[in-house]
């Protein structure tokens, strides 16, 4: 920890535009300890060239070539194929993993070509062997019809060659040549269950009805010769007479994607076939298992490397990738490029380069040193498990302006309370914890999986859901709701009923007898005439100070930014009339509350708010909560009217008078000597361009803003009211009912009454919060670096 350069969570990382100019021996190596160390981001000085007018536009296409042969990882996972402990040489150079891979990729492309030589035969015997044993009964049910004349098979059958290189069965001549031309012949073989009758239909039809067809379903899916899948099959027998009608068949064969086989008329012959094909079926088989141990053999060899290997290559290419990013100098032997890099890792910059300096041997170093920037930095916040999903939520928003304050600081809290508020309900919030402890329990072996989408979003907020579920119990225990049931937790009730019987208490109401329940809200309360009443103005009073205290703190932070960036002009008209103007009404209502509170009072602060406004010098009477109070609230009304103009006006003329001054002055370009001008353009950038100024343009944005803050500061303390979450309190069917109450809890409550609080907790950020002081105009700063490879890969 005492490495670590100090940061100021408030802002981002003061960063640095600088400048590297690289021997051509050292820029490989340099470029990659610099992806090691993943602190400098690159500027693409070449972006008006497309990527194949680059300097290494080859190097690139080679890596993505060698990417493309590194198929085994696929072949690996398919074939189930466990690999041993990887050990791999540690300096081998591209150049040989490109020759071993050539190597790997033609002896597996030739045995993945054998095995679906093979296979395809396989199958097709198989088929073969179907086809002979239905056609035989289905010949013997015909027998009066079939003809004596039989095809010769043995040459194909019992071939002295190797099987693999012969010709495919249902390429083979299928034709039967009778003795005479008016015998009756056959043409059997398979095709798909589903065309059966399709194909019948069309026989008939093109045989004019002299034909006679009978199928038999296969007894089990085969695999289809062709296209490799398992379907289901019929083998068919057709009987016809005529070489036209042989002709028609085999083409209407042909276009169902039917397969024709030879099939003996001869019992002797079917049976001695079927033996043959028997026999060459079990060689195939033994020579596909033999093939097939092989082939995992050469792949468990490669799969020891192959995850290196990738990472390597991707490795190479993102190194080549950036390169493409410099510019050669005009000697052609040095390459120049630019970046951005945080202050603070300059000198671990520097001392990554001269490592890259030694290790190439060159006699040249590689210059650094910083330049001025035209341009705002990018935004850098040091992030970790806990602190990086809070981030996410504010740059869901929009990424931070360079240096401005950062409303994660806060959000690390407020959301999770804010969550809780609506949420609360210590029964859910017990579930919630548990879910939470499991996914923190399971870290390590988690974050090593390929998770999904939703689990990858539950995983990644781990921290999150625990501090949401410990403050929807704290926020569950003031409700005292436990699954929306109060229990006495902190003692005895401070109500009792009026007699015995009770039958009172939901008509007249109870009696207090002892002093005020001590924590949270009086379980009596629940199931009392006043119950509702009670509980909405309790819960929507405290929405309302919870939400004046949020936006408050947002307008404060706007100051914070002005004092950072010595912007006088947003703190004297914008900053102090935003703060009258909320504070003289909703901050003025919220203390008409705890006042409320405090001293039991019976006033309406409705009709005090109303007539405020409408008649702000007619007396208060029983609403009257402290002396002087019609008088302040005259005083207070007046300031939120004159805080209106004080926020529209003055800005716009004092930007135009400072622009005045400059230009009568001659500064037509360059740095403004008042940081109020500066401000306006760009906070925290190094010498900006000042464009002619428009008053028009500023004027209008100004009143837009100053529009926009009146009116949001009414809709946006309303929208806190989301805070005031009302829920149904009686569980109404308790045997019966148990499990699907359960169910309900579960996935109901936990899941979608957790998913509204969560957004509406989230709107409450992005709109009532963060718009009072946050541009979110920025964007990230993404260092080249390796280890974001692996992340973009998982």
Same mark, same amino acid.
Request: hydrophobic share 45%; aromatic share 12%.
């Given at each position: ?77 398919? +074939? ?63 027998? #009066? ?38 015998? %009756? ?96 079926? +079990? ?61 603070? +890792? ?58 401005? +304050? ?31 402890? /499991? ?136 900053? /102090? ?56 609230? /005259? ?82 303390? &309303?929208?806190? %009211? ?23 809890? &579960? ?30 105009? #920025? ?16």
């Amino acid at each position: 920890m005492e490495r670590l350069p100090p940061m100021d969570l408030m802002r981002s990382e003061k960063m640095t535009l600088v400048q590297l100019i690289i021997p051509a021996e050292s820029a490989h190596r340099a470029v990659s300890y610099l992806g090691e160390l993943g602190l400098l981001q690159f500027r693409d000085l070449n972006s008006e060239k497309s990527p194949f007018q680059r300097t290494f536009v080859n190097q690139v296409k080679r890596c993505a070539e060698i990417s493309r042969k590194l198929f085994f990882k696929d072949q690996i996972s398919k +074939a189930g194929v466990v690999s041993s402990d990887p050990v791999m040489q540690p300096d081998i150079h591209l150049e040989d993993l490109e020759i071993q891979l050539a190597e790997h990729e033609h002896v597996l492309t030739e045995m993945n070509s054998n095995s679906e030589k093979l296979q395809q035969s396989y199958m097709e015997l198989l088929e073969f062997k179907v086809v002979l044993q239905k056609a035989s009964a289905i010949l013997f049910s015909n027998h #009066g019809h079939a003809v004596p004349e039989e095809r010769e098979l043995e040459e194909n059958i019992n071939s002295k060659g190797d099987y693999v290189e012969t010709p495919f069965l249902f390429e083979q001549e299928t034709s039967m040549e009778p003795t005479n031309q008016s015998g %009756l012949r056959f043409i059997s073989g398979t095709i798909c269950k589903s065309k059966v009758l399709s194909f019948e239909r069309m026989l008939f039809r093109a045989t004019r009805g002299n034909m006679l067809f009978n199928q038999e379903p296969a007894d089990d899916q085969l695999m289809d010769p062709i296209s490799n899948e398992m379907i289901e099959k019929a083998v068919f027998v057709v009987l016809f007479s005529g070489e036209r009608a042989r002709t028609k068949i085999l083409k209407i064969c042909e276009a169902f994607g039917a397969h024709s086989y030879p099939v003996p008329e001869d019992i002797s012959k079917q049976r001695q076939i079927i033996n043959e094909v028997s026999s060459r079926l +079990a060689d195939i088989e033994a020579t596909l298992d033999a093939g097939t141990r092989h082939r995992n053999k050469a792949l468990a060899s490669v799969g020891d490397n192959v995850e290196k290997w990738m990472d390597m290559v991707r490795r190479e290419k993102a190194v080549y990738d950036t390169l493409n990013m410099l510019n050669f100098d005009v000697t052609k032997k040095c390459l120049v490029g630019e970046g951005w890099c945080p202050i603070s +890792a300059t000198a671990q910059i520097q001392e990554a380069l001269q490592r890259a300096t030694f290790d190439s041997n060159s006699l040249v170093g590689i210059i650094f040193h910083s330049m001025d920037a035209l341009e705002s930095p990018p935004t850098y916040f040091r992030t970790n498990n806990f602190t990086s999903p809070y981030q996410e939520i504010v740059d869901a928003y929009g990424v931070a302006r360079y240096q401005e +304050a950062n409303p994660a600081v806060y959000t690390v809290i407020t959301f999770p309370f804010l969550f809780a508020v609506m949420f609360g309900d210590w029964g859910h919030g017990i579930c919630l914890l548990l879910g939470a402890l /499991v996914l923190i329990a399971c870290e390590k072996k988690l974050s090593a999986q390929r998770l999904g989408s939703f689990m990858e979003m539950l995983f990644g907020g781990r921290y999150v859901l625990l501090l949401m579920s410990l403050f929807s119990i704290y926020c569950g225990l003031i409700y005292n709701e436990f699954f929306c049931v109060p229990f006495h937790i902190f003692g005895v009730s401070a109500y009792k009923c009026r007699d015995n019987s009770c039958r009172d208490a939901h008509t007249i109401g109870l009696v207090k007898y002892r002093e005020t329940y001590p924590f949270g809200v009086d379980p009596r309360w629940r199931g009392s005439r006043s119950e509702l009443a009670f509980l909405n103005s309790l819960k929507m009073k405290m929405s309302i100070l919870l939400g004046v205290v949020h936006m408050n703190l947002g307008i404060m932070l706007s100051y914070f930014n002005a004092c950072f960036f010595v912007n006088s002009i947003d703190i004297r008209y914008q900053f /102090v009339p935003q703060m009258i103007f909320l504070n003289s009404l909703f901050g003025y209502l919220s203390l008409l509350i705890v006042v409320k509170w405090c001293t039991g009072s019976q006033a309406d602060l409705y009709h005090v708010m109303i007539y405020m406004f409408l008649s702000p010098f007619e007396k208060l009477g029983e609403n009257q909560l402290f002396w002087g109070q019609g008088v302040l609230q /005259v005083v207070l009304l007046l300031s939120a009217l004159i805080a209106v103009p004080w926020m529209l006006f003055p800005k716009p003329f004092i930007l135009k008078k400072l622009y005045d001054e400059r230009f009568f002055q001659g500064q037509t370009y360059g740095k403004l000597n008042t940081t109020e001008m500066e401000t306006e353009v760009e906070p925290g950038s190094a010498g900006q361009h000042q464009e002619e100024f428009n008053f028009s343009e500023v004027f209008v944005h100004q009143m837009i803003h100053a529009i926009e803050f009146v009116l949001g500061s009414v809709s946006n303390t &309303a929208s806190y %009211l989301r805070l005031w979450a009302l829920r149904y309190e009686n569980i109404i069917i308790r045997i019966i009912g148990l499990v699907v109450f359960a169910f309900a809890t &579960a996935f109901i409550l936990l899941m979608m009454e957790s998913l509204s609080a969560f957004l509406h907790a989230l709107r409450l950020h992005w709109v009532e919060f963060q718009n009072k002081f946050y541009y979110g105009d #920025g964007y990230k700063f993404k260092p080249f670096s390796f280890a974001s490879l692996i992340d973009d890969e998982n």
